[in-house]
């Protein structure tokens, strides 16, 4: 009988340290399904950013570096440069992606750096214990936003949009928001991923994959609830859906079609 | 063969040294008076189809090098004094995880902006490991473009051969002067050690980790330990030093880089008087020559440190001098280079002579 559906390949068969619920450990698998149907195992290298996520480099099977906090897109410049033909992720956080690495993350964009973001964003701070992020909701609570973002009266500003942030800059080609709430959403994220890992290898540009993602812990809410709030309050404020796609195979295949 | 000498600045000289050497990638971010370093990397580098990338910041820029060091390339920044600072993180996470890299500061005043001329108070920032944590690296001190040259070129093999930074501790005043320079040929490649704990090498061996995270107290002990017995080892074989007239010396000077060439001519002019001077020149700030230091010190000599600072490198000259000796200091700083004739007058007052 044929094996449809199986534990991927080059992601480790170990217990996560994730809390119950959190998004982390789809994304994680969403990112080495494709990896394994690429066949690119052993030419992956993986920067895993400070913050829940420090820890992937303990369930992936491929090789990975540790930078500082914010500093993953520079890390990951160095070792794209160096190793043109590896599959190089640079996996972020909100807090790491815009907050403190903003600089980073900006400027490995504009220079079209070929290699691939997984941002993932779920609003918050993590592993420090929820915090507020960059891109904490307007009214949402934190520790640091006891009383809810408020953009004005506290000076707390607004939440970002990065996707539509990098849109602008030359150097990005392939930006896309998805979402690992349910089903439909993780499986269009998956092939927002697919597209991003190709087109990398195609040496395109700078790409990027948003994905909307929960944390129930520090929301403080059940799994299926913050499943729902990703839905009702995230999505409605962060689109899902490309972005931006100047990639030169989605042009061909825009051409194709027409013929 | 060494080639014929070209008359240099320091900063070029250091850039052409690396790219000798063999470095992979550049990184850097423009800063006075280390900009016709970068200049000269933009060109030679990308002109050789190598990595030059001009980095958003300083911060950027070192971890660039972190992730390229980190795939086995060789790989160098260069900065000046405030950069450096702001460097320091990415240090401590190379020191942490290993990566070699080469780090050159051609100092400049501080502390905060400070100015522009040269200055030696990054002495404490460089040899007591700049950032946070246990840890130390490298250090060397040329007194010349010609040393410049040849310190860079070495230090590639000395991080790659240590697993971890080394850094070009040089002043604005190498960085700018001109001096005849000759260099050694393109390092061969093949001559490069193993990096087998690099990532993107190779399928055929487990996965590598190229962090400095330790959750578990004692296996991160374990890690320090066994880093600083490695340290210890290159305290036995690495310390550099220059010595002139210290046989009858009364009186030992000791500097470093520019205010040891100040320092020599002093000498100099006391050898002409009768004054029975020397000068100790460290070459290797870390390690620093301590066992020399501390025969020198039984030896019954008196010390003078001469800095571009308010004295720094004097705590070292006591510390390994074990309080056996009589330390004495002359320092400039905010951008002055003390005159051979200030040193002289110091020599005297100490000598009564």
């Not at chain 1, 959190?22 to 052993?42: A, F, K, P, S, Y």
């Not at chain 2, 944590?133 to 991080?159: C, M, N, R, W």
């Not at chain 2, 620093?288 to 030896?299: N, Q, S, T, V």
Request: include cysteine; charge should be negative.
């Amino acid at each position: 009988m044929e094996l449809t559906y199986g534990h991927p390949k080059s992601l480790l068969p170990i217990q996560t340290k994730y809390c119950p619920g959190c998004g982390h450990g789809v994304i994680h698998r969403l990112i080495t399904e494709v990896i394994d149907e690429m066949g690119v195992q052993d030419h992956s290298i993986i920067l895993n950013p400070v913050g829940c996520s420090i820890w992937a480099s303990l369930y992936f099977d491929f090789d990975s570096v540790q930078v500082p906090h914010g500093r993953t897109p520079a890390g990951a410049t160095g070792v794209k440069r160096m190793k043109p033909d590896h599959l190089v992720i640079c996996y972020q956080g909100d807090g790491d992606l815009a907050a403190i690495g903003t600089a980073e993350i900006v400027h490995a964009a504009n220079r079209g750096e070929k290699f691939t973001t997984i941002f993932v964003n779920n609003a918050i701070y993590g592993m420090t214990g929820g915090q507020m992020a960059p891109t904490t909701l307007v009214g949402q609570k934190a520790t640091t936003a006891p009383y809810g973002r408020d953009p004005i009266g506290a000076g707390m500003g607004y939440p970002i949009r990065v996707c539509e942030m990098l849109e602008t800059l030359g150097g990005s080609k392939y930006l896309a928001r998805g979402a690992v709430n349910n089903a439909a959403n993780t499986r269009k994220t998956k092939q927002y991923i697919r597209k991003a890992f190709e087109a990398q290898m195609r040496g395109e540009g700078f790409t990027m994959v948003e994905i909307l993602s929960q944390c129930p812990t520090n929301w403080g809410m059940e799994p299926v609830e913050s499943v729902e709030w990703v839905e009702s309050d995230m999505i409605p404020f962060y689109k899902l859906g490309e972005i931006k796609d100047e990639l030169a195979g989605s042009a061909n295949a825009v051409k194709e079609a027409g013929k | 063969m060494a080639e014929e000498k070209r008359l240099m600045k320091g900063n070029e000289a250091m850039g052409e040294a690396a790219v000798r050497a063999g470095c992979d990638a550049y990184f850097g971010y423009p800063i006075t008076p280390q900009n016709e370093l970068t200049a000269y990397m933009a060109k030679h580098m990308l002109d050789k189809k190598r990595t030059f990338i001009q980095a958003e910041s300083e911060v950027a820029a070192i971890n660039m090098v972190f992730g390229a060091g980190a795939t086995g390339a060789r790989v160098m920044t260069s900065s000046s004094s405030p950069g450096v600072s702001l460097k320091q993180e990415g240090i401590s996470y190379a020191c942490g995880a290993d990566v070699p890299c080469v780090v050159i500061n051609v100092s400049r005043s501080g502390p905060g902006l400070g100015g522009i001329s040269p200055a030696q108070g990054d002495y404490f920032q460089s040899t007591r490991g700049g950032g946070h944590g246990d840890y130390y690296h490298i250090v060397l001190a040329p007194k010349s473009v010609q040393e410049a040259a040849d310190l860079t070129y070495e230090a590639f093999d000395l991080a790659d051969q240590w697993r971890m930074p080394a850094m070009v501790l040089a002043d604005g005043m190498i960085g700018q002067m001109m001096e005849g320079v000759s260099f050694k040929p393109p390092k061969d490649p093949a001559t490069r050690i193993a990096k087998p704990w690099a990532v993107g090498t190779s399928s055929n061996r487990p996965v590598n980790h190229v962090d400095s995270t330790h959750l578990d107290p004692d296996e991160f002990e374990a890690v320090n330990r066994a880093r600083f017995e490695r340290y210890a080892e290159m305290k036995k074989v690495l310390p550099r030093y220059e010595e002139h007239d210290i046989d009858d010396a009364e009186l030992v000077l000791v500097a470093y880089g520019t205010s040891a060439r100040v320092s020599y001519g002093a000498v100099q002019m006391a050898r002409k008087l009768g004054i029975k001077a020397g000068l100790f020149r460290p070459i290797t700030l870390w390690p620093f020559p301590e066992k020399r230091m501390g025969e020198l010190a039984d030896a019954g000599k008196k010390f003078l440190a001469v800095e571009m600072s308010m004295g720094q490198m004097v705590e070292d000259v006591r510390l390994y001098t074990h309080g056996k000796s009589e330390v004495f200091f002359y320092g400039r700083c905010g951008g002055n280079i003390p005159t051979e004739e200030a040193v002289l007058a110091e020599i005297q007052k100490i000598l009564k002579k």
